[in-house]
């Protein structure tokens, strides 16, 4: 008995009606990136494990899928190292190669290699899949697609308006109803140093990142097996327990990290963000959450994450500025600044949601109905006129029963279907028939084209 198929866990197949769905996702990220000038970049699935380790902390590590080096691949190991194993050595002897975690990181590399034929400040988009080795559940998927715009070589904050724009308008055009949290990298850096744990920066801001999922409790508990003392978590609580207005927070916190220049830099920064933000009236609800920290090493400055109201599904986008991911590759001090859109959890909530544009799973807008060989050769050159006017259809391939034809017309969301038979190839008069309404109509081939193009 032959096995039955399956898959990986955390992966999955697309059908026509997903991937058509999918596309509408994409095109529209696509159009906006392009409104605002980037310019698309692709890189491999596949990247040296010296690329990738170290740049996500201990937890990204973790979850990089590794690929065992091609051949004998236990060459370089010798068998007592399998007594008592060290997963790490034995690992950078087996692998050199890894499938990428993200399009950030492969896109530093990319600036680097090609650094003389880039025109700075570079504005790239990046659409393509990438990998986690993920505990799958809903929304988290070991593999999935993202949709990378950063641009680099630049510290101007106008960068990061522009990106909160991109955001508001990709989630307006989709329909989309969200909220918009922005933190800085450098205040959170601020309040580590005021509290006496500069060393503990990272710790900090993994554990502050969890608050909205596990609780204050929880993380501060976190913070203590990390090793800050009871002095520092103590004077950690009015800074996570802050609310108010922004014109409320704001002084309280110069008044906190008034001895702490980098602190004081970061609320130099949101401010300037945020007062750009308020002029140009989003669609979108935004806030300044200090309790966002994205939990990637490699942000310095500026950070956002977005999450759609009306379901619990996680962050659906974010990102934010690193101020020198491009040093670790040999080209140091060129800033960057960039956002990523989760499409497989953006396709979640619009699925969920019901927000998909009824027309979105339709490739053709209309069918032909194939009634013989003589109307089979007269549908197919009015087919190749209705092309040619840039509309998307087909002509049903066999002389099937009516019935069958029309079925197959309205599972594929097929909005119209046009009967040519003896009499229409006489007269020049066609039925459209439309198959939402079920309304017919006589109409000739301009007539046709004004419908279809409406």
Not at 18 to 41: A, C, H, L, S, W
Not at 71 to 97: A, H, M, Q, Y
Not at 283 to 295: M, V
Request: aromatic share 8%; glycine share 8%; hydrophobic share 35%.
């Amino acid at each position: 008995m032959a096995q039955k198929p399956s898959i990986p866990k955390g992966t999955r197949d697309f059908s026509p009606e997903e991937m058509m769905r999918r596309n509408y996702i994409f095109d529209t990220i696509r159009n906006v990136f392009q409104k605002y000038g980037y310019q698309p970049i692709e890189t491999p699935a596949i990247e040296n494990l010296s690329t990738l380790t170290g740049k996500y902390g201990e937890e990204g590590d973790r979850l990089l899928f590794k690929i065992l080096n091609s051949g004998d691949f236990l060459k370089k190991t010798i068998p007592d190292e399998f007594v008592n194993p060290n997963l790490n050595k034995i690992t950078s002897k087996i692998c050199e190669k890894g499938l990428r975690y993200d399009l950030t990181v492969p896109f530093a590399r990319y600036v680097v290699q090609n650094r003389n034929d880039i025109t700075f400040p570079f504005k790239r988009y990046q659409i393509q899949p990438v990998w986690r080795a993920d505990k799958p559940q809903k929304g988290r998927y070991r593999e999935f697609y993202q949709c990378d715009v950063d641009v680099i070589g630049s510290n101007s904050l106008v960068n990061e308006v522009e990106l909160i724009l991109i955001i508001d308008e990709v989630f307006t055009k989709l329909g989309i109803n969200t909220k918009i949290k922005i933190n800085n990298r450098k205040i959170l850096a601020g309040i580590a140093e005021v509290i006496g744990e500069v060393d503990k920066i990272i710790d900090i801001t993994v554990a502050i990142d969890k608050l909205d999922k596990i609780g204050l409790e929880k993380v501060n508990e976190e913070l203590s097996t990390k090793g800050l003392s009871d002095d520092s978590i103590e004077k950690l609580q009015p800074i996570l327990n802050l609310e108010g207005l922004l014109k409320d927070k704001f002084p309280k916190l110069m008044e906190i990290l008034a001895d702490s220049e980098i602190g004081m830099k970061g609320l130099e920064e949101i401010m300037t963000v945020l007062k750009h933000i308020k002029e140009l009236e989003l669609n979108n609800k935004w806030s300044f959450d200090l309790t966002l920290a994205r939990g990637l090493n490699y942000y310095t400055g500026a950070i956002f994450e977005v999450e759609a109201k009306g379901i619990q599904i996680g962050s659906i986008c974010g990102g934010g500025r690193y101020d020198d991911l491009t040093g670790i590759f040999g080209l140091p001090d060129v800033s960057g600044v960039g956002i990523s859109f989760g499409a497989d959890r953006v396709y979640d909530v619009m699925n969920e949601l019901d927000l998909f544009p009824k027309d979105s799973i339709s490739t053709s807008r209309i069918m032909l109905v194939n009634f013989g060989e003589e109307e089979e050769k007269y549908c197919l050159k009015i087919l190749k006129k209705i092309r040619k006017a840039g509309i998307h259809a087909e002509l049903y391939p066999d002389y099937a029963k009516m019935k069958k034809q029309m079925k197959y017309a309205d599972q594929k969301s097929i909005p119209a279907v046009l009967l040519i038979g003896v009499e229409e190839m006489e007269t020049g008069l066609y039925t459209h028939k439309n198959m939402h309404t079920g309304d017919q109509q006589k109409v000739n081939f301009e007539q046709l084209l004004e419908i279809l193009k409406n």
